[in-house]
């Protein structure tokens, strides 16, 4: 029996992997939609397989539910178009 030498392996061979990692961002600002703006600009340029958020994605109070303001103002407007 021969060894598997792909596990793990997440994408095809030859593949990249393109990825954008954030963290720090649910203040709501103009620096966030900034940020939200430049990744949506290269997602466009080149793909990204995989997006994590590193944390601090909503400031003050955190959200309660998806249909929290916050939650469409500070995510889905933002990062929907990842």
């Not at 963290?23 to 080149?46: C, I, P, W």
Request: with cysteine; net charge negative; aromatic share 10%.
């Amino acid at each position: 029996m021969a060894a598997q030498i792909d596990a793990g392996r997440v994408l095809p061979v030859g593949q990249s992997l393109h990825l954008a990692a954030f963290g720090d961002f649910g203040s709501g600002d103009e620096h966030q939609a900034a940020v939200a703006k430049a990744l949506a600009k290269r997602n466009g340029e080149d793909h990204f397989n995989l997006g994590i958020t590193l944390g601090d994605n909503f400031y003050r109070c955190g959200v309660r539910t998806i249909d929290d303001e916050k939650w469409k103002t500070r995510w889905e407007d933002l990062y929907t178009p990842l």
